[in-house]
């Protein structure tokens, strides 16, 4: 790949996760002011004062006691926001609030420009870079909430910023068309299919914990599908023009996007940020490259041992990087905290801390 075509594509990329950022940070504040799913116990008329009763030495059982603070949401509260179906409604009602509406804008742009970098760019090189988005997110909420940033913060960012160099410095891959026969196209959604409905199965047995992490990797790997289907439906336009309105891709990249947007509000609202933030963070770009290269046959390039160990040891920085910033206190503390007192004592939602999440592709 040209050294310009390479240059543009990186510059796109990062861009995307800037716009992804932005778009987080208000859509997560628009769900954190949405109800209780249904099905959960408040959602069934359970009072919040049941909660707050003092015991025999009158004292509540208020959020500090609970560790609300330090935890993002008591336990009680974990199971009372987890519904065990997935609420298909709650896109349609949080698409009403002009709050998700602005940050759909921003998904938009942020999607556009992903899409682009795909259209000129491999998988395996676009798809990693989307990482920095929570290294743009978190300092855009700490702002927002006049929140300084903290070695949790700080260290995060070097971290995320100084893998992804690395990625750069020795990842050279090739750009290959996403393109197959359909027998290997049916292979392929079947085996996501199976996958991500295995998770969702599951979820539904599982406590509210563990149902977010099986939410988030569910929803991870519908993006990294979505992130296929996009290249591949931008090869189509360019081989086609206005006619690959008449190919399957663009008609399946619109079905991933609403799937994985509803996964997606659905993972948020079942549990702490801090528990589906790091698989959603990097359950897409593994997902992503492991159908790039395994199925269409992308590489990395020749790398070379001391590539390999760089690679390695960047990896390993993305991943304590993004570990870093998914326990920052904008995560952990702020978030769930004025989300669950919003909904229960009815707090004005302007006085809610921003809040930073993965993002929504438009679909």
Not at 39 to 65: C, I, M, V, W, Y
Not at 133 to 156: D, M, N, S, V
Request: with cysteine; proline share 6%; glycine share 10%.
């Amino acid at each position: 790949m040209l050294s310009g075509a390479r240059f543009a594509a990186v510059a796109l990329a990062l861009g995307a996760a800037a716009s992804f950022a932005v778009s987080n940070v208000t859509q997560m504040s628009a769900i954190a002011r949405q109800p209780y799913p249904a099905g959960s116990d408040l959602d069934q008329g359970a009072s919040p004062a049941d909660e707050h009763e003092p015991d025999a030495a009158g004292n509540g059982t208020g959020t500090s006691e609970l560790g609300l603070s330090e935890l993002g949401l008591s336990e009680s509260d974990r199971s009372k926001r987890t519904s065990k179906t997935i609420d298909g409604g709650l896109l349609v009602r949080v698409g009403r609030d002009p709050l998700w509406l602005l940050g759909l804008v921003a998904s938009i742009a942020g999607f556009a420009m992903e899409a682009t970098a795909l259209s000129i760019a491999p998988v395996v090189l676009v798809q990693p870079l989307i990482v920095a988005e929570l290294a743009f997110a978190i300092p855009l909420a700490a702002f927002i909430a006049k929140h300084p940033l903290g070695k949790a913060e700080w260290t995060g960012i070097a971290l995320v910023s100084s893998g992804l160099l690395a990625l750069l410095i020795v990842v050279h891959p090739s750009n290959t068309p996403i393109s197959a026969p359909p027998e290997r196209w049916l292979l392929l959604f079947g085996s996501v299919a199976a996958v991500v409905l295995g998770l969702l199965a599951v979820s539904r047995r599982t406590g509210a914990i563990a149902r977010t992490s099986l939410l988030a990797g569910a929803a991870g790997v519908t993006f990294g599908l979505l992130s296929i289907i996009t290249k591949a439906t931008t090869h189509q336009l360019a081989v086609h023009g206005i006619g690959f309105l008449g190919t399957w891709q663009p008609w399946v990249l619109a079905a991933l996007g609403i799937a994985g947007m509803t996964l997606t509000v659905n993972t948020y609202q079942s549990g702490p940020l801090a528990v589906s933030l790091p698989l959603l963070d990097v359950g897409e770009p593994i997902a992503a490259s492991l159908i790039a290269t395994v199925v269409f046959g992308e590489s990395l390039g020749q790398i070379g041992v001391t590539g390999d160990a760089i690679l390695a040891a960047g990896i390993a920085a993305i991943v304590g990087g993004v570990a870093s910033l998914d326990h920052s206190p904008l995560v952990r503390n702020h978030v769930e905290a004025s989300a669950t007192q919003d909904r229960r004592y009815g707090q004005p939602a302007d006085d809610q801390p921003v809040q930073c999440a993965r993002r929504t592709p438009p679909s």
